[in-house]
């Protein structure tokens, strides 16, 4: 299927329950060949709810799961996925190169594990007993891993989790570099800067509904709002700064340093030179996921943000936990 | 160990090692998972060499304190066959319902479980495995008993008594593993650890593994011939030394081995149901 149309992973209408608990109601979703999709949603939200049922592990009560058009339930489909374990999980008393060696020995073309140590700087721990590795060696072991198969596909569960910024950069390259090479990727990450660094397109799930599903810039834009940095004495506290300066919504304050969000930062900047406003350090920046996953979780009442396709709900559960 | 040895990556490996690559040529086969499932299974049971030597050692032990020192025990071919056929069928009973009991319900609470669940390869050749490395580790522990029986007592076997003697201690162990795998997807390992021991005891003590039956006052003897360990120790004895077997063993052994498959599948699915409907 290597330029096909179909997409690579395809839930249609999937409504899953947990006892009374609606996890997921009613959700589409395709994602094409070659992807780099962000899953985003507060926890209990539904996500590891859906990426149960693409794995396999879970069916759904109604509606489809496609994994390159076979159910994922089916052996030969899974073939296609690659998946990290928990870090914690990994059999303590076996060693990393027979991990690697026994997950590969599942598949039909792995890649060879010295190769794959290497890539992921395991290579001198080959010997060690897993037991023995530090969190972050575990955290590359795992995503390394979810690759051995050569997968079309990988689904990244908070791939990064615990790691320091040397090693998330590594594994962002790693997985940079599996996208470059024609995979597909579902990642869902508590760090919305790496999914806003990884990923080209965000859906976000609450309460078992997609809330929204667009290209990361459509995203960042729907906020519709810019961010102006400055530093200044001359300015009041942050809840009379919009009072003070017209066009600016909100505004935050750490010692003298200014956040102002405003939905026209060219307008703010000539209305901040000509008032004569004595300013230092003025940055315009773009809003960031965090602050477009605020505004679609936290505001939900608002309509604001939710693409028209999907209806209003009320869901009956706060808790719609996914487990 | 040795890795071992893959094909490399076609003509020229690509940008990235890595990369997605459509082609799939053949999926392993059943054996061969199997087979890699058994060796990775042994390997993780044998680093942990306590939970060897423990199976190992408690019939050798119980062999060493209450066999070789009765002369009337050991100085009798009958008798120390018998001694050494019970303490084997005891080590066999133990190590199966420890480990599917024990290592099931502890396998079961790993977060690698669900991990494996979504490797390319059903349920079959981890179960298959499962069992086969039981049967080894089963095996081991009969070792060292053959031995203090054979260089410490009169007990005696011709080559094909005992071959025919491990082969019915196979069978015997069968409805042993299905029970223990009946308690491990049943139970937690904190809650199941105390139950196989509830279990274990009082079977192996009614089946006349500690004590020959023949001691047991008439009323326990009725009570010990529906056991599964009496009527596996009878039908091991026979083959060992040519005793009788009372008629009703293999039944009792079998009727036990189909009650005990029904409550391992029944456990599974409602374990896979409660986990992964």
């Not at chain 1, 390394?144 to 990988?154: D, E, F, T, Y």
């Not at chain 2, 005793?243 to 039944?251: G, K, R, S």
Request: proline share 7%; glycine share 10%; with cysteine.
């Amino acid at each position: 299927m290597t330029a096909s149309l179909a997409p690579v992973v395809s839930v249609a209408g999937v409504t899953r329950r947990f006892n009374d608990v609606v996890a997921l109601d009613d959700v589409s979703l395709d994602i094409a060949a070659g992807e780099l999709v962000g899953i985003l949603g507060p926890n209990g939200a539904g996500k590891s709810t859906l990426l149960s049922l693409v794995s396999g592990q879970r069916k759904p009560d109604s509606g489809t799961v496609r994994l390159c058009g076979q159910d994922p339930r089916l052996t030969a489909a899974r073939a296609t996925l690659g998946l990290t374990p928990q870090e914690t999980g990994l059999p303590a008393t076996l060693k990393v190169r027979e991990v690697v060696d026994f997950v590969a020995g599942h598949y039909a073309d792995p890649v060879p594990t010295g190769e794959l140590l290497e890539q992921f700087g395991l290579a001198e721990l080959a010997g060690r007993q897993t037991g023995g590795m530090s969190g972050g060696q575990k955290r590359r072991l795992a995503v390394a891993l979810s690759l051995v198969g050569r997968p079309s596909v990988i689904l990244l569960d908070e791939p990064t989790t615990g790691l320091d910024v040397g090693g998330r950069q590594a594994l962002w390259l790693a997985i940079r570099e599996y996208h470059a090479g024609g995979g597909t990727v579902l990642l869902t990450s508590h760090y919305l800067e790496e999914v806003q660094a990884l990923a080209h397109r965000v859906v976000v799930i609450d309460e078992g509904v997609v809330r929204a599903d667009d290209t990361m810039t459509n995203i960042l834009e729907r906020v519709g709002l810019r961010r102006v940095v400055l530093h200044s004495a001359d300015l009041p506290a942050a809840d009379a700064v919009p009072a003070r300066l017209p066009g600016v919504i909100r505004a935050s304050r750490e010692g003298d340093r200014y956040e102002l969000f405003t939905p026209d930062a060219d307008a703010l900047v000539r209305e901040l030179v000509t008032s004569g406003l004595d300013f230092h350090g003025l940055e315009v920046r773009g809003a960031t996921l965090e602050e477009a996953f605020e505004q679609m979780v936290a505001h939900r009442s608002s309509d604001l943000l939710r693409p028209p396709a999907t209806p209003a709900r009320t869901a009956t559960d706060p808790e719609a936990g996914a487990r | 160990m040795t890795a071992t040895p893959h094909q490399p990556a076609a003509a020229s490996p690509g940008p990235s090692v890595t990369a997605a690559r459509p082609a799939r040529v053949g999926a392993p086969s059943g054996t061969r998972l199997a087979w890699l499932h058994l060796k990775y299974q042994f390997l993780e049971t044998v680093r942990v060499p306590i939970a060897v030597l423990g199976n190992l050692l408690f019939p050798a032990l119980a062999m060493f304190f209450f066999v070789v020192p009765q002369k009337e025990v050991a100085g009798d071919p009958i008798m120390a066959t018998m001694a050494v056929a019970s303490l084997g069928l005891f080590a066999i009973c133990s190590a199966s319902l420890f480990t599917y009991g024990l290592g099931v319900a502890e396998d079961r609470a790993l977060p690698f479980d669900p991990f494996l669940r979504s490797l390319p390869a059903g349920p079959t050749p981890r179960m298959v495995a499962r069992v086969l490395n039981g049967a080894i580790f089963s095996l081991f522990g009969v070792v060292p008993l053959v031995l203090i029986g054979w260089l410490f007592t009169d007990a005696t076997v011709t080559a094909r008594q005992l071959l025919s003697g491990v082969g019915i201690l196979l069978v015997v162990s069968v409805p042993f593993v299905l029970l223990g795998m009946a308690i491990g997807y049943s139970l937690t390992a904190k809650a199941a650890l105390p139950v196989v021991q509830v279990i274990l005891f009082p079977l192996a003590f009614a089946g006349g593994l500690f004590m020959p039956p023949m001691f047991f006052p008439h009323w326990l003897s009725l009570i010990s011939q529906a056991t599964p360990t009496r009527a596996g120790r009878d039908l091991l004895v026979g083959a060992l030394t040519g005793e009788p077997v009372y008629a009703l063993a293999w039944p009792v052994l079998l009727g036990w081995t189909a009650l005990f498959a029904v409550l391992a599948v029944t456990a599974y699915r409602r374990d896979e149901g409660r986990r992964f409907k």
